[in-house]
């Protein structure tokens, strides 16, 4: 037993290829009953891998993977069973990531890994790909990998279904696995059911994967391509009355200041009633919270902001209200008796529990399978894309940014999409999906959103730059980007919002780190938004969200954080082929990395060209051979073309435009 117990590491290594999707996922050691782990990076980088959880206390220190060889990492713990433990992977002491190989990732904004644990000698589904609410396009077949200690697959009855379908040619394999194949029609969400009939045992298990095998045709907004979003936390932005509180008078009073810094759009955070600041906690959907102002306040900021051009999104937030809603008051007093009872994901009556946003019981989460629930939402957004209901939209909602839209159900976004589109088609539905993943956000792509936060990017674009690694980019993009996401398809850039790090403090506070992220943000496709304050140079880290949720300052005109905003928004107005969209069918975006520490960045749309230079390293760079072309620069009112001419060198962390010859 214990030669066995020393041998295992090597023999599920041995098991596991390295090259191989899936190969890596955890499992059980029967023998021991202690779950193994694993992580694989090729990155020289990696030098410390750690497992963090609910069964550690989410310690970054108490379950250390041990280097196994060059690339792979592993880690044993003991885990009781029948529980449902969360997860990340922890990558030198600061960097929490999902682990790639997790059976389970949550759909929320925490993306922890998940694994059902069982005991060594019980049946279970240990992995499948796609993974539970995971996403594949045109697989050729889903892989499920079982736990058997008593090998009762050989002998047992399985049938598996794909949305009420029987598969019938199932493939089985050796050590528990059956692949079962998909064929080329099923297309979209898709339910699998898995029945397994024995003597010994009779088991039923199922989920939903999403496949795409199809084109998803989406007709998007297009005044979203040359957008450039600024977000407002009202409550902190600009006080009109000076009762310390912002208000929406005070926006309508800054409307000279953002669109002098070339803002298009904006992202106003929660601005029902709520007795939260925040505002994600909201009691009356139809009402303006009395700090900030009237409804005609608002319909005046609303008419303002459109006479201006300056499109204006709502912050949507209907997955959870706060308990002091009175539909929530009016399941308190009368318990099942409520009408409003099946509007809530209420889980208990004796005593009351219910199912809630996050780790917050203030917030409990709405049921969107009820059609009533579905119907008031959809007449919401009506009343708020024109509040006087007279046919004029312009003193109503551009937009929706819909908060934790990853927790409503897709059928629910679906419908809300067919709705709003019919009563106005260039309406932007804009949803809140905080995954990594790119193809995470296909689903969401599949007539229901416009465009989501491209988390993806963020996250790689930090990467990028603190690890001074440009083919990180350029392997996100080419040809990730333009394989997962449909044409038609947009998002936000971004680099801060009231959930993340200021975009300052996200580069180290590093000017020259921060101002090279930026140009490269305004270099890609999307559309990018401005986190209001960063303009100013503010920084913050959360937690908590008060640090990154400060009062505003505006600065100066001349100040260089605010040149630098204004400078990139007005190089995109004058070299439009930065915002051109860029799909597999028609691209307009290609990189290159000819040298260590350089990435270039091309945009041609057939009309104009236009090439960024970009050093990410912290030393300068003298480039092996020159770069031709006519250098473009800002000269603190716009831009300015020169004469051709040679580019030799970029200091650290330097940026250079040119129109290529």
């Not at 140009?519 to 880290?541: C, I, Q, R, S």
């Amino acid at each position: 037993m214990r030669l066995l117990f020393l041998l295992l590491p090597v023999l599920l290594l041995a098991g596991c290829r390295e090259e191989e999707p899936g190969s890596l996922f955890p499992r059980i050691d029967r023998e021991t009953g202690e779950y193994w782990f694993f992580y694989y990076d090729s990155s020289a980088s990696v030098q410390s891998v750690a497992l963090a959880g609910s069964f550690n206390g989410w310690s970054a220190t108490a379950t250390p993977m041990k280097k196994r060889t060059d690339h792979l990492w592993s880690a044993s713990i003991k885990l009781a069973p029948g529980k449902r433990e969360q997860y990340k992977v922890v990558l030198n002491g600061t960097k929490w990531i999902p682990d790639p190989n997790a059976p389970y990732i949550t759909m929320d904004q925490w993306r922890n890994s998940v694994i059902q644990t069982i005991r060594p000698d019980e049946f279970g589904l240990m992995f499948s790909s796609p993974i539970a609410d995971g996403a594949a396009i045109r697989p050729e077949f889903i892989r499920l990998v079982f736990n058997d200690p008593k090998s009762i697959l050989p002998a047992a009855s399985v049938v598996v279904t794909l949305n009420g379908r029987p598969v019938r040619e199932l493939t089985r394999l050796a050590d528990g696995e059956i692949r079962v194949p998909v064929h080329p029609d099923l297309d979209g969400e898709i339910q699998v059911e898995i029945q397994i009939g024995h003597p010994n045992l009779n088991w039923y298990h199922s989920f939903l994967v999403f496949v795409w095998s199809k084109p998803i045709d989406l007709k998007t907004p297009p005044q979203n391509d040359a957008m450039v979003l600024y977000e407002i936390y009202i409550r902190q932005f600009a006080d009109s009355n000076d009762d310390g509180t912002g208000d929406l008078k005070g926006i309508t009073g800054k409307l000279p200041y953002l669109d002098s810094l070339g803002v298009t759009g904006l992202w106003l955070m929660p601005f029902n009633e709520s007795p939260r600041d925040h505002g994600y906690a909201i009691n009356d959907y139809l009402a303006i919270d009395r700090e900030y102002g009237t409804m005609e306040d608002f319909r005046q900021l609303a008419m303002a902001a459109d006479e201006r051009g300056i499109d204006l999104w709502m912050d949507f937030v209907i997955n959870h209200t706060d308990t002091t809603h009175p539909w929530f008051l009016d399941i308190r007093k009368k318990g099942k008796e409520s009408r409003y009872w099946t509007w809530f994901q209420m889980t208990g009556d004796q005593p009351l529990s219910w199912k809630y946003f996050g780790m917050d019981d203030g917030m409990p989460k709405l049921n969107f399978q009820n059609p009533e629930v579905q119907d008031y939402f959809l007449k919401m957004a009506e009343f708020w894309m024109d509040p006087d209901q007279d046919g004029d939209f312009s003193d109503g909602v551009d937009g929706f940014r819909c908060d934790a839209a990853i927790e409503v159900p897709h059928s629910y976004w679906k419908r809300f999409r067919a709705h709003v589109k019919k009563i106005r088609p260039d309406v932007t539905i804009l949803g809140e999906i905080w995954v990594a993943d790119q193809l995470a956000l296909l689903p969401f792509y599949d007539q229901e959103f416009d465009m989501t936060f491209d988390y993806p990017l963020y996250y790689t674009l930090r990467d990028a730059i603190h690890e001074q690694k440009p083919d990180l980019l350029m392997r996100f993009w080419q040809p990730m980007r333009q394989e997962v996401l449909p044409s038609g398809a947009q998002w936000v850039t971004f680099t801060s919002n009231h959930d993340n790090f200021r975009s300052l403090s996200l580069f180290r506070e590093n000017r020259a780190e921060w101002n090279l992220a930026q140009n490269l943000l305004f270099a890609l496709p999307g559309t990018p938004m401005v986190y209001y304050g960063d303009e100013a140079g503010l920084t913050g880290k959360n937690p908590p969200d008060t640090n990154v949720r400060q009062k505003m300052v505006f600065p100066a005109p001349t100040s260089d954080f605010y040149q630098t905003y204004r400078s990139l928004i007005a190089l995109r107005k004058t070299f439009p082929v930065l915002a051109a969209r860029d799909y597999k069918e028609s691209p307009t975006l290609t990189f290159s990395t000819p040298e260590p520490g350089l990435l270039i960045v091309h945009r041609s749309d057939g009309n104009q060209k236009l090439t960024g230079y970009f050093n990410l390293s912290p030393a300068g760079l003298t480039f092996k051979k020159p770069y031709s072309g006519k250098p473009v620069t800002w000269n603190g009112t716009a831009w300015t073309v020169g004469e051709s001419r040679p580019l030799t060198d970029l200091p650290a962390y330097g940026v250079s435009w040119l129109i290529p010859d």
